[in-house]
């Protein structure tokens, strides 16, 4: 990649230098706007994916007792999402644990 030196006539917050993408992440920038997702294979390992899977269902379970069971959830419309992961569990943090 190459760097740019980024105009000063828009606010970029510190940042001085932005790179060009390559036209394979082009094309994952365009899938994600269409579709709102991207799958990138073999960017985490079945391992880190079975123990982050086992703490969604974990936290999950945790957070419906707290707002009082599925059927409030889901009279909210709120079924199947977990709020704020990192206030439950650090290892959401998954940068931490690619290394």
């Given at each position: 990649?190459?760097?740019?030196?980024?105009?000063?006539?828009i606010?970029?917050?510190?940042?001085?230098?932005?790179?060009?993408?390559t036209?394979r992440?082009r094309?994952?920038?365009?899938?994600?706007?269409?579709d709102?997702?991207?799958?990138?294979p073999n960017?985490?390992s079945?391992?880190?994916?079975?123990?982050?899977?086992?703490?969604?269902?974990q936290?999950?379970?945790?957070?419906?007792?707290?707002?009082?069971?599925?059927?409030?959830l889901?009279?909210?419309n709120d079924?199947?999402?977990?709020?704020c992961?990192l206030?439950?569990?650090?290892?959401?943090?998954l940068?931490?644990?690619m290394?």
């Amino acid at each position: 990649m190459t760097a740019h030196p980024i105009s000063d006539s828009i606010p970029t917050y510190g940042v001085r230098e932005k790179a060009s993408a390559t036209l394979r992440s082009r094309s994952v920038e365009r899938k994600f706007r269409r579709d709102g997702y991207v799958v990138l294979p073999n960017v985490f390992s079945e391992a880190l994916l079975r123990d982050v899977s086992a703490l969604i269902d974990q936290v999950y379970d945790l957070q419906m007792r707290e707002a009082g069971g599925l059927d409030l959830l889901e009279s909210a419309n709120d079924s199947d999402i977990i709020r704020c992961p990192l206030a439950y569990d650090e290892r959401f943090w998954l940068s931490r644990r690619m290394t």
